[in-house]
């Protein structure tokens, strides 16, 4: 390991280019006033909801997981929500935004009206358990029954089961699921109907039907032929509006429905 | 309080957790608590590959990749262990793509391999492919495919139980004429979230995988649950914590917030800049300037903001532009880092420098343990049932600075042979009894953190211990800056026991749980500092400017942190006594660590 060098013993670079004068040095990092109106739910003292307003100041490119921190780490400890990364792959802290599924951790408040009040609620159509923070058994149970795993009839192979970039390609989208419920809880007809599977399950179930080393398709296909699969989807888009990876949901169920029409016929 | 009796209980549900937990649930009764929802757990932040020397597409093999191993960590690698992840991982990588991992391809249709930083043919000669991946979400499918495997194998898990103690029991054993202290494991305490209860699990065999400490810096790669709880656990039990000192900070983290772009951005061309628009690293490293290793670039991008040709209001990151490169080729190469950026800057990468600054990314040292995974409780004893595996554990494999692609690599080699040999175990062992009032530790501990009320708060006393952290444990450390630390620790330690948490409630207490990983955060930095005051050396990603080189005459050997129990008058500092433990040399003698 050698030290570093330091500026007076080395050459001056000399690729240097001219920086606009924001970009460099000096200036200030904005801030803003912003209202976070939260809606409040704690059994352990009242069974009531409550919205809540919060007054805060926030820097730049903040996020409402930033706000939400700033309530709870400097004003109400009790303010309670589930995140981890805090950049967008863990899938923790999908909530209702301004009427809006998204994950707290990668909404700019910049880029919500920050005149008005901006509303945090839980997401809808599973149990509340506490603020923001909801039951998500009922979610991961419709998950488990797709049989969310690699199955196959043949005997295993000494090396890898070989799949072309193109057999690859077909499920790519659909592996890219981080299991937040932002599109299921979305989902008008899952609130109504609870036991509807919900998008992410087909999500799943695409992510295995159309991977050409996989032999249970016609298994998972049965399944979501099911009065509660599929065919509940009404196509409203909003999955698809919901998910923070860009998933095509709506288009992924039509395929699934697809194959089971033509495994049909 | 409930009490829950299993064969094998493993403490976490990342990578090496649920791989272990694959292996264990097959052989024995199996539970995993963990504090977060599996698919929750910080593996899947990972992007990059998971290295195997497959030769899928040029010729490789792991004996190169043990080299590179070795010669990565700065010859603190235990070469037995390296040796055996190189040799492992074929099949590591292999059992991933049967259970389903959908791994990019070759035009053959066999796993894709690309190159990563550190890894070379015929040792050191050039760049080999050598990491297999899928897109830039390779984690995130590990993590998936495990939990898919995890849910088609039945694993019982009990998510969002926070585990907080581990229960230990000293027992006096007499070998060949010699008494000694062995300690035995007999089970965990752990706390509910939904609830609030205290559950204890009694076990056979005790995997620790609870990942990573990236907590205890302020700019950090790592998730805000990744506080160290595993290795705090088991340091507060008397266990050693080996090679704290050092810790990794990767380049190029989005400045102020930590989140990573990967290495591949200035791969592909971009350039470090500093606020006078210079390309600095044309000072620190000639000729391969900014490809330099991540140790050397990370420091010279803090000397620059150190000598005042910082950017931004507060002179405190540098750019990193990649403005000269085509848009289309950044879309086609680097989607993560233009989505990173817009999303969470609001720079538009194509047009503006995306503003960067180190940040704390891997934690090389942790819970020792042999090559089987047995956790040591001091140089030469393993404690039996007691195991670790993943960034928690400290094999080791990485020694003073682990290559790019060995840690997902390490989780599932190292995780497997957990599981496999916690299982076996158990199935030959009997319990050990639960002490009397197996809770009180842990009921103690919640109560005075619920009732006590001097009024300060966590939230602060934990940025303040990132920002000293930062400041002077980062990059550049001198005795000075490392007893600044200790001294602010000191002071924070004194706070903590006047912190004033609000959430008086059972159900969902995250403000309880946050209040304890503070305490887990207090204890770590203060491990790490030590043994970075005393390794007068400097070495992979542990650098003194007061001790610039590599000194292997005086420390080629690991450092095993031990806490001093209160009273004890053996040599020590801020409560920890450093000792020793050798480093395994099979192969390779140490060389210069030079690119
Ligand atoms: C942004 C980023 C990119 C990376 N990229 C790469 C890469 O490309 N290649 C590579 O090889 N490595 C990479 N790494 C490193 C690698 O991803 C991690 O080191 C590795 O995934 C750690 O896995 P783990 O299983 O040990 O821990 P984690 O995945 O962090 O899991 C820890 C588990 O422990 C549980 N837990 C923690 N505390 C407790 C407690 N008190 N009670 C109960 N449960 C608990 C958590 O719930 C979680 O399930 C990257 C790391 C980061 C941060
Ligand atoms: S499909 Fe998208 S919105 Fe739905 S759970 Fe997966 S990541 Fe979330
Ligand atoms: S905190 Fe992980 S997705 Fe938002």
């Not at chain 2, 969002?160 to 089970?187: N, S």
């Not at chain 2, 989607?335 to 999303?343: G, H, L, M, S, V």
């Not at chain 2, 400290?394 to 600075?401: A, D, E, T």
């Not at chain 2, 009997?430 to 966590?458: C, I, M, Q, W």
Request: hydrophobic share 40%.
């Amino acid at each position: 390991m050698s030290p570093i060098e330091t500026a007076e013993t080395a050459p001056e670079p000399a690729s240097k280019i001219e920086l606009p004068a924001h970009i460099g040095g000096g200036g200030e990092i904005p801030t803003f006033d912003i209202t976070l109106r939260v809606r409040r739910y704690n059994p352990e003292v009242s069974e009531d909801f409550v919205w809540e307003d919060y007054e805060l100041t926030m820097y730049g490119t903040d996020r409402v997981l930033d706000a939400l921190h700033k309530i709870k780490w400097e004003h109400d400890g009790s303010l309670s929500f589930r995140r981890s990364c805090a950049h967008g792959v863990c899938g923790s802290d999908a909530m209702r935004i301004n009427g809006r599924n998204r994950l707290a951790c990668k909404t700019l408040l910049k880029d919500l009206d920050t005149k008005k009040p901006i509303t945090v609620e839980a997401i809808k159509g599973l149990p509340v358990e506490k603020d923001l923070i909801v039951d998500m058994e009922p979610f991961f149970q419709s998950y488990r029954e797709i049989m969310p795993f690699l199955i196959n009839k043949g005997h295993e192979p000494t090396k890898e089961r070989l799949q072309s970039a193109e057999e690859r390609a077909r499920f790519d989208d659909t592996t890219k699921c981080i299991l937040c419920a932002a599109c299921t809880s979305s989902c008008p007809v899952f609130w109504t109907d609870g036991q509807y599977f919900g998008p992410a399950a087909i999500v799943n179930a695409h992510r295995f039907i159309f991977d050409s080393r996989d032999d249970a398709g016609d298994m998972r296909l049965e399944i979501l032929n099911d009065k509660e699969g599929v065919w509940r989807c009404r196509t409203t888009f909003n999955c698809t509006e919901a998910c923070p990876r860009g998933i095509q949901v709506t288009q992924a169920i039509s395929e699934v429905k697809q194959a089971i029409l033509s495994r049909q016929v | 309080m409930q009490v829950h009796k299993y064969d094998v209980v493993i403490v976490g549900a990342g990578g090496a957790g649920m791989r272990a937990a694959i292996e264990s649930g097959q052989r024995a009764r199996t539970a995993v608590l963990t504090k977060l929802y599996p698919t929750r757990s910080h593996t899947g932040a990972a992007q990059g590959g998971m290295c195997a020397a497959l030769a899928n597409v040029e010729e490789d093999n792991w004996e190169w990749h043990t080299f590179d191993t070795v010669k990565g960590g700065d010859y603190l690698v235990d070469q037995d262990a390296a040796e055996i992840m190189a040799k492992e991982a074929i099949n590591a990588v292999l059992d991933l793509e049967k259970m389903g991992l959908p791994f990019n391809r070759t035009p053959e249709g066999r796993i894709d391999q690309r190159r990563f930083g550190g890894h070379t043919r015929d040792h050191g000669k050039a760049p080999v492919r050598r990491a297999c991946y899928a897109a830039d979400r390779t984690g995130h499918m590990i993590l998936q495919t495990l939990y898919q495997n995890c849910v088609k194998h039945n694993v019982e898990f009990y998510n969002e139980y926070y585990v907080l103690d581990m229960l230990m029991v000293d027992e006096e054993v007499t070998v060949d004429g010699v008494t000694r202290i062995q300690k035995r494991v007999a089970g965990v305490v752990s706390y509910d979230l939904a609830s609030g209860e205290l559950h204890v699990f009694q076990a056979k065999s005790i995997i620790f995988a609870t990942g990573g400490a990236g907590k205890v810096f302020k700019t950090t790669s790592n998730a805000h649950t990744l506080t160290g709880d595993g290795m705090g656990i088991a340091f507060r039990r008397g266990i050693p914590l080996e090679d704290m000192e050092f810790f990794q900070f990767h380049p190029t983290g989005l400045a102020g917030l930590g989140i990573l772009l990967s290495e591949a951005a200035r791969g592909e061309g971009a350039i470090l800049r500093n606020s006078e628009g210079e390309r600095f690293m044309e000072r620190y490293a000639p000729t391969i300037k900014d490809l330099a290793p991540r140790d050397i670039v990370a420091r010279s991008m803090a000397n620059e903001v150190r000598e005042g040709r910082g950017c931004g209001p507060n002179k405190d990151y540098v750019l990193l532009d990649l403005t000269h490169l085509e848009p289309a080729h950044i879309d086609a190469k680097l989607p993560d880092i233009t989505e990173f950026a817009r999303t969470y800057l609001g720079v538009e990468p194509y047009t503006e420098p995306v503003p960067v600054f180190p940040t704390a990314h891997y934690a090389m040292g942790g819970i020792p343990t042999n090559v089987k995974a047995e956790v040591l409780q001091d140089s030469d004893n393993v404690i039996p049932g007691l195991y670790a595996a993943g960034e928690v554990a400290c094999v080791s494999v990485h020694g003073s600075n682990r290559l790019g692609t060995n840690s997902l690599l390490d989780i599932n080699v190292f995780g497997k042979r957990a599981g496999i040999a916690a299982a076996e175990y158990s199935l030959t062992a009997d319990f050990v009894d639960l002490p009397a009032d197996p809770e009180a530790y842990t009921v103690e501990l919640l109560n005075h953190v619920r009732t006590s009320d001097g009024g300060e708060k966590v939230a602060l006393i934990r940025k303040e211990l990132q920002d000293t952290m930062d400041a002077n444990m980062q990059v550049f450390r001198t005795a000075e800056s490392l007893n600044k630390v200790l001294s602010d620790i000191a002071s924070f330690e004194e706070r903590y026991q006047r912190i004033t948490v609000q959430d008086k409630g059972k159900r969902f207490n995250l403000d309880l749980l946050e209040a304890v990983e503070l305490g887990f955060l207090l204890e770590l930095a203060k491990v790490m500092t030590v043994a970075a005051l005393h390794r007068e050396e400097s070495r992979g990603g542990h650098f003194r400017e007061d001790f610039p080189e590599r000194d292997d005459e005086n420390f080629m050997k690991h450092s095993m942190a031990y806490k001093v129990a209160e009273g004890a008058n053996a040599e020590h500092t801020a409560g920890i006594r450093l000792g020793t433990k050798p480093v395994v040399f099979t192969r390779y003698e140490p060389m210069v660590r030079k690119y």
